[in-house]
């Protein structure tokens, strides 16, 4: 009789759970994050806005930079051959999209792809190009203070040029001189934004 008993309340039991909705986890939820990157204003006096749309396994995202100046901090944002050909290099825009793997809740890897339009001038010489890169980025979603909407993300990009609307790649000056399509190759970058 006492078996009979606690099958029964056991059948009742799993039975009643069976009938109460899934418990929600942030892993099954579908969310969208809106991301402003830091680099941009701090760095290259410009912008950048984020938007990444999150399923259980899967992240996409469109990203869009605005108004990059690379002069102002030339040591670190140009190559030697562009400092030393006193080149003023500016990005009216970089932008494009990506789709990453979620490996777990808060670390994704995507692939991305991403135009660049730069404008570059010389003494009175200017022109502009576009280059298309091809690449990775690790990104890792941080949830400071227990917030589980204030988010930021730190990132590691790979981006290489795969393609340019230079002549092979490259601009020869008057006097000889050849400045190469500007490759942005592998960067770190820190955003902050909001998950709905």
Not at 23 to 37: P, Q, S, V, Y
Not at 61 to 87: I, V, W
Not at 90 to 104: A, K, M, W
Request: glycine share 8%; charged share 20%.
């Amino acid at each position: 009789m006492k078996k009979l008993i606690c099958s029964l309340l056991l059948a009742s039991g799993l039975v009643y759970a069976a009938e109460l909705p899934a418990a929600e986890t942030k892993a099954d939820r579908t969310d969208w994050i809106l991301l402003f990157g830091l680099n941009q204003p701090i760095i290259l006096h410009g912008g950048n806005v984020e938007l990444n749309y999150l399923t259980r396994n899967w992240v996409f995202e469109y990203s869009h930079g605005f108004l990059l100046d690379l002069l102002p901090n030339r040591s670190f944002t140009m190559t030697p051959a562009e400092r030393e050909q006193k080149l003023d290099i500016f990005l009216p825009f970089s932008t494009g999209g990506g789709i990453g793997y979620r490996f777990t809740e808060n670390f994704n890897l995507r692939a991305e792809v991403k135009a660049h339009r730069y404008e570059v001038t010389r003494g009175d010489v200017s022109f502009a190009y576009t280059t298309w890169s091809v690449g990775l980025g690790a990104y890792y979603y941080w949830y400071p203070f227990g917030n589980e909407h204030f988010v930021v993300t730190p990132s590691v990009r790979f981006w290489p040029n795969v393609a340019s609307t230079l002549d092979n790649g490259e601009y020869r000056f008057a006097d000889g001189q050849v400045h190469r399509a500007h490759d942005f190759s592998l960067f770190a970058n820190v955003s902050v934004g909001y998950r709905f």
